[in-house]
């Protein structure tokens, strides 16, 4: 009898991680990232993820948007007054912050965001890191194509909701 | 700080958000792209002629503006969510009107808009510079580069502009489209940029 229906022992325990899991699930509709883009160095796309913005490009717009930020990259380096610039890392508007790592061999990683998100560079190292152990050690992957790893999209997946949980804790 | 119609320059300047002479290079552009000023106080590296480097401003700023009006994630949801709903032949039109609606609000990208219109820009950030940028309702540009650790911007830029307006554009020998060469502007910005930066 007692073994077909488990009475919760005691119902003050079980309180805290409802709690939890709904935080968290608000958490994860507020959406601190919108999208997160991955580019070849010849400025194609390769990767393009959507978190949930409100106003989701189609893919020929999110082609031109990622090779027009190629361009933009590289401009911003020919107007530096200073030598060794490597290109725009942060650029902020009115309604998103956009984080962008380039990576030594040139493939660049943008990350859009609510404006004012912290350890944006870190998710983007973290993303660069399952870059390059799913998607560069597989062996069937073309260089400079579009990414179809399905564990990149996995570990993608739990890092950005693992982000999400820290900012939890602040 | 007011936008519009200020008689006089505002009182006090914003608080310095940084100490010692970081400013590199200040640039104002009219609507057309015209070059008004160009002052420089600290610029190690030219690797254009002026002329050139000016056109490459512009069309980074234009690039970068008509860029993040297109990425603007808060704007529009309403359409997408109801394809499946529709069945005609007329929902199909609606629909497609209401698409090209959607694209000429957040605009296609290389097209002009207004200035104050979609989601823009105020400043990047480079490993070796920073660029702020403002664009008043008449479609001038100002831009100030200076060091990459310098904060928040806007309100120094919206200080110059008042400069701006109580130096050249009240000065009765300006005239307007034109290179702005007046003393008093000059030095007050000086002053002023050597304050904040």
């Known amino acids: 009898m007692t073994s077909q229906f488990p009475v919760p022992q005691n119902q003050t325990n079980s309180f805290p991680s409802n709690k939890f899991r709904v935080l968290s699930s608000i958490l994860l509709t507020m959406a601190a990232i919108y999208s997160l883009y991955i580019i070849n160095k010849s400025g194609g796309l390769i990767f393009y ?14 082609l031109r948007v990622a090779s027009l930020w190629h361009s933009m990259h590289a401009i911003s380096q020919q107007l530096s007054p200073t030598t060794g610039c490597s290109g725009i890392e942060l650029l902020e508007a009115d309604t998103f912050d956009l984080h962008c790592f380039q990576s030594l061999t040139g493939t660049k990683f943008f990350v859009v965001c609510e404006p004012g998100t912290q350890h944006m560079e870190a998710l983007l190292k973290v993303v660069y890191e399952l870059y390059t152990d799913y998607v560069l050690k597989n062996p069937f992957y073309e260089m400079e194509m579009p990414i179809r790893c399905e564990l990149f999209d996995i570990n993608l997946t739990q890092a950005v909701q693992k982000d999400r949980v820290a900012l939890l804790g602040r | 700080m007011q936008f519009f119609g200020g008689s006089e320059i505002s009182p006090s300047p914003p608080v310095p958000t940084a100490t010692g002479n970081n400013a590199h290079m200040m640039y104002v552009f009219n609507r057309n792209g015209v070059c008004l000023l160009y002052r420089e106080w600290n610029r190690p590296l030219h690797t254009l002629n002026p002329q050139q480097d000016h056109k490459l401003m512009f069309g980074l700023l234009f690039s970068l503006k008509s860029l993040t009006a297109k990425m603007d994630p808060t704007k529009y949801h309403f359409v997408s969510l109801s394809l499946h709903s529709f069945q005609h032949q007329f929902s199909v039109a609606v629909y497609n009107f209401l698409l090209m609606m959607r694209s000429a609000e957040k605009g296609n ?40 650790r310098t904060g928040d911007l806007r309100e120094a830029l919206k200080y110059i502009y008042n400069l701006y307006v109580e130096y050249v554009a009240k000065n009765p020998l300006y005239t307007p489209g034109t290179l702005i060469r007046c003393e008093l502007f000059n030095t007050a910005l000086d002053q002023y940029v050597r304050s904040i930066a």
């Open chain 1, 49 to 62: 993820k959507d978190y949930g913005s409100k106003g989701r490009m189609d893919t020929n717009d999110s």
């Open chain 2, 109 to 148: 990208l290389g097209i002009p808009q207004l200035p104050g219109q979609g989601c823009s820009f105020h400043s990047f950030r480079t490993n070796t510079y920073k660029l702020s940028f403002m664009e008043t309702p008449s479609g001038i540009k100002f831009i100030l580069v200076t060091n990459p």
